[in-house]
């Protein structure tokens, strides 16, 4: 498919984050708003984003620039993995399996043989790939998705999440309390035993362990946990508390065997929404606030559905509705937060002119009518506040002469929150 557009990540500092971690988000879309979605982070710098109607956004240099292509495919789309910088799967609705094999530049329609929804993908060679989703379904490649083996015998339920280990060892969870688990790569899967009927979703599997959550799943994509699960032999599953004080998560990811993270968001009536991530440092044994923070409806359309993935210790993403999240330090430190230009809708409420500027000053045009409790920030490539601005009219200019030449983007607030930020070239 064609290459869309580019743009840039932007850096800034808010107040309206409350945590003990250094996540940092952007606002990926508005307009349609996206709802789904799933992330892979590869390494320090390569991380791909899949969004609702089968946008695909790539990052090679760690969120600094994006590049935005079109799949060709429509619908929602669930989970993606990618085996290597270039091989990758995705599924989603309507028994949906692209595939790309130059990094998500092109991709193509597999037939996957079911209409059903696809909701987790897992890759455990080159060559396999497992599916589930809905009514049981249950798909397995053994040529890179050139064909699919579809089992719908295993059960009839909503099967939500599937992980392997190994080549030998996976699990897969689905509502009330459907769980099975193979030792000999899916040759044959075995009834696990596990104490609860709640509905299971977002397996997550380390090296040792594999974990697990235990809750509400319903036809709409809403998943909500109530409490965790663990094992260390495929066979007994231990509970473990998971601390979620305003609604229960919806996605569970351990990067090692004690380090792990779990997300949850919530809407209000009130047009007021909360991202709540907690961390566990001892393979969830104990949890911690790593970061909590209040956004609106349109940023999260979709509550409690999100994705997590982290290339190292330190390096992680979590994809919520139109935020899009990043921690270059395992969550532990001061918060930087990133919003983008929306590149996918272009719909921007200001314009600044010119731009590059060589000139002392620069103006803004405002594409809204109310522009009261209106500030502009301006910040340099390293997220330092620069100048402030509150004195704003539908044109307000603006005095740079102090500013050197450099990149620097100036973000756009209402009544203290971020809604835009648009890149400046200072020649």
């Not at 429509?74 to 599924?91: K, L, R, T």
């Not at 607030?413 to 648009?422: D, F, N, P, R």
Request: proline fraction near 2%; charge should be negative; charged fraction near 15%.
């Amino acid at each position: 498919m064609k290459l869309l557009t580019t743009s840039i990540f932007i850096f800034f500092i808010t107040t309206q984050l409350f945590s003990q971690d250094g996540w940092d988000y952007q606002i990926i879309n508005n307009g349609n708003y996206n709802q789904f979605g799933a992330i892979c982070a590869m390494d320090d710098n390569q991380v791909y984003v899949i969004l609702d109607d089968g946008i695909f956004l790539k990052s090679t240099d760690g969120g600094v620039i994006w590049m935005e292509y079109n799949t060709g495919v429509s619908g929602y789309f669930f989970d993606m993995v990618f085996y290597s910088n270039d091989i990758g799967f995705a599924v989603g609705t309507n028994g949906s399996v692209i595939k790309t094999i130059n990094g998500g530049e092109d991709w193509m329609l597999l037939s996957s043989g079911t209409s059903n929804d696809l909701f987790s993908i897992s890759m455990p060679s080159l060559n396999t790939i497992w599916v589930v989703g809905d009514n049981g379904t249950v798909l397995n490649s053994v040529d890179q998705g050139g064909t699919w083996v579809l089992d719908n015998t295993m059960s009839d339920e909503k099967l939500n999440s599937i992980s392997f280990r190994d080549t030998d060892t996976g699990f897969i969870a689905g509502n009330n309390g459907a769980l099975f688990h193979t030792q000999n790569g899916g040759v044959l899967w075995e009834v696990s035993n596990i104490t609860t009927n709640d509905d299971l979703f977002s397996i997550s599997t380390t090296n040792n362990s594999s974990f697990l959550l235990a809750g509400y799943v319903d036809d709409y994509y809403y998943y909500a946990g109530y409490t965790g699960f663990k094992t260390n032999n495929s066979i007994d599953w231990e509970e473990f508390y998971i601390n979620s004080p305003d609604v229960g998560p919806s996605k569970l990811y351990f990067h090692n065997d004690d380090l792990g993270f779990s997300a949850a968001a919530a809407c209000m009536l009130c047009d007021c929404c909360i991202l709540d991530i907690d961390k566990s440092s001892n393979s969830g044994e104990n949890w911690e606030d790593s970061c909590y923070f209040e956004t609106t409806a349109a940023n999260l359309l979709t509550p409690n559905y999100l994705d997590i993935d982290f290339a190292t210790d330190e390096i992680g993403y979590v994809l919520s509705g139109s935020l899009l999240l990043k921690t270059m330090d395992g969550g532990t430190n001061t918060v930087i937060i990133l919003n983008i230009d929306d590149f996918i809708y272009n719909n921007n409420p200001f314009s600044i002119y010119p731009n590059p500027a060589s000139s002392n000053n620069i103006n803004i045009d405002f594409n809204i009518t109310d522009t009261s409790e209106l500030s502009i920030n301006l910040f340099d490539i390293n997220g330092k506040n620069l100048l402030s601005e509150s004195d704003i009219t539908s044109k307000t200019s603006i005095d740079i002469s102090s500013i050197s030449q450099g990149i620097y983007f100036v973000s756009l607030l209402k009544e203290g929150h971020v809604i835009a930020t648009q890149k400046l070239i200072v020649d």
